[in-house]
């Protein structure tokens, strides 16, 4: 079954990880703990997902091969299954390539809302980011984050939070593109599509310079006054 051939895959890749300095010092850089390694299980990628006999294929044909030397990011759905996985190159390339293998699960994918569920029911809030790291780079103060994988909130995703949150936070991305600012143009839509299904929200805004809360991080360090400035409940956790 292709379910039980990519929880192997993501098994195998966790493993790989921990055997590896380059992929684990890459995760180190973009705040990845050993706590958040086990709780999102990371891994890391050799090959081609395509495994045989509970290991890697490394002969899998070359041209194939779009997933070789790859950190790999499970996404799961809010009981915890696996939905697929999401993948980033850490060697300065762009790549970037997302697999899920439940289609009628797509507009639901929220990366982070099951690994920190436990804080976004206890506190009744979630905050939007756009990118896994953003969600990692945030969790020491905003344990509630979560990332729509993408550059827009959906229509299912705003209805699915409303089952768990009363507040949002909006905190997508500052990308300039010929005057464009895409982050910008995703928060006014997901404003409506939130105010429409009955959820208040804000907007965590970035400094102009900064592109995403990542970045934001790795510039400043600690970055809790200026989150506690724009969610002054967060000082309460």
Same mark, same amino acid.
């Given at each position: 079954?292709?379910?039980?051939?990519?929880?192997?895959?993501?098994?195998?890749?966790h493993?790989?990880?921990?055997?590896?300095?380059?992929?684990?010092?890459?995760?180190?850089?973009?705040?990845?703990?050993?706590?958040? !390694?086990?709780?999102?299980?990371?891994?890391?990628?050799?090959?081609?997902?395509?495994?045989?006999?509970?290991?890697f294929?490394?002969?899998?044909?070359?041209?194939?091969?779009?997933?070789?030397?790859k950190?790999?990011?499970?996404?799961?759905?809010?009981k915890?299954?696996?939905s697929?996985?999401?993948?980033?190159?850490?060697?300065?390339?762009?790549?970037?390539?997302?697999?899920?293998?439940?289609?009628?699960?797509?507009?639901?994918?929220?990366?982070?809302?099951?690994e920190?569920?436990?804080a976004? !029911?206890?506190?009744?809030?979630?905050?939007?980011?756009?990118?896994?790291?953003?969600?990692?780079?945030?969790?020491?103060?905003?344990?509630?984050?979560?990332?729509?994988?993408?550059?827009?909130?959906?229509? !299912?995703?705003?209805?699915?939070?409303?089952r768990?949150?009363?507040?949002?936070?909006?905190?997508?991305?500052?990308?300039?593109?010929?005057?464009?600012?895409?982050?910008?143009?995703?928060?006014?839509?997901?404003?409506?599509?939130?105010? +429409?299904?009955? !959820?208040?929200?804000?907007?965590?805004?970035?400094?102009?310079?900064?592109?995403d809360?990542?970045?934001?991080?790795?510039?400043f360090?600690d970055? +809790?006054?200026?989150?506690?400035?724009?969610?002054?409940?967060?000082?309460?956790?």
């Open positions: 079954m292709l379910e039980e051939k990519v929880e192997q895959y993501l098994t195998l890749c493993n790989e990880l921990l055997k590896r300095e380059a992929p684990l010092g890459y995760l180190k850089s973009r705040f990845v703990t050993d706590q958040d !390694l086990k709780d999102f299980n990371f891994g890391f990628s050799p090959c081609h997902w395509d495994i045989q006999d509970e290991k294929n490394m002969e899998f044909p070359e041209y194939k091969n779009r997933l070789p030397q950190i790999v990011m499970p996404i799961k759905n809010f915890g299954e696996t697929g996985f999401t993948l980033r190159s850490f060697t300065g390339d762009k790549f970037y390539f997302k697999f899920l293998y439940k289609p009628h699960m797509n507009f639901h994918h929220l990366y982070g809302f099951y920190n569920l436990e976004i !029911l206890s506190y009744k809030k979630v905050m939007i980011v756009e990118s896994p790291f953003d969600v990692i780079a945030l969790r020491p103060w905003v344990p509630f984050a979560v990332a729509v994988l993408s550059s827009k909130l959906t229509d !299912l995703q705003a209805h699915f939070l409303k768990y949150v009363n507040k949002v936070y909006l905190g997508f991305n500052n990308d300039f593109s010929d005057n464009f600012n895409a982050g910008k143009h995703a928060t006014v839509k997901a404003q409506k599509l939130l105010k +429409s299904c009955g !959820l208040r929200n804000s907007i965590v805004t970035l400094p102009n310079k900064q592109n809360f990542s970045s934001f991080r790795g510039s360090g970055i +809790s006054d200026y989150l506690y400035s724009k969610i002054p409940t967060l000082q309460e956790i």
